[in-house]
């Protein structure tokens, strides 16, 4: 189901609504205390942050992502962002 790697490398694996994918958190390592990951789906890597990604699947195509101060929602066929948000400084990291 998810790729095999290092102790906690891969993270918080989630199944789609409709149980026809499957999601987690790739973690690269990190850099100046700052961990650097991959939201991976189907073994694929679609978003990809300088900072912890949360994430929620909204339907059997679309997943939203967020990191730092952007929410993004991810067509997860076309590996493309349907949508961007851009958070205020005073909400980016609360």
């Given at each position: 189901?998810?790729?095999?790697?290092?102790?906690?490398?891969?993270?918080?694996?989630?199944?789609?609504?409709?149980?026809?994918?499957?999601?987690?958190?790739?973690?690269?390592?990190?850099?100046?205390?700052?961990?650097?990951?991959s939201?991976?789906?189907?073994?694929?890597?679609?978003?990809?942050?300088?900072?912890?990604?949360?994430?929620r699947?909204?339907?059997?195509?679309?997943?939203?992502?967020?990191?730092?101060?952007?929410?993004?929602?991810?067509?997860?066929?076309?590996?493309?962002?349907?949508?961007?948000?851009?958070?205020?400084?005073?909400?980016?990291?609360?």
């Amino acid at each position: 189901m998810v790729a095999s790697s290092d102790w906690a490398e891969n993270q918080r694996p989630a199944f789609s609504p409709g149980g026809d994918h499957i999601s987690y958190i790739h973690r690269k390592g990190m850099v100046a205390g700052i961990p650097q990951e991959s939201l991976i789906v189907d073994g694929r890597p679609l978003y990809s942050c300088q900072g912890d990604i949360d994430y929620r699947w909204i339907d059997e195509r679309s997943i939203a992502a967020g990191c730092q101060d952007e929410v993004l929602v991810l067509d997860v066929a076309a590996s493309e962002p349907r949508s961007l948000y851009k958070l205020p400084a005073a909400l980016a990291h609360q």
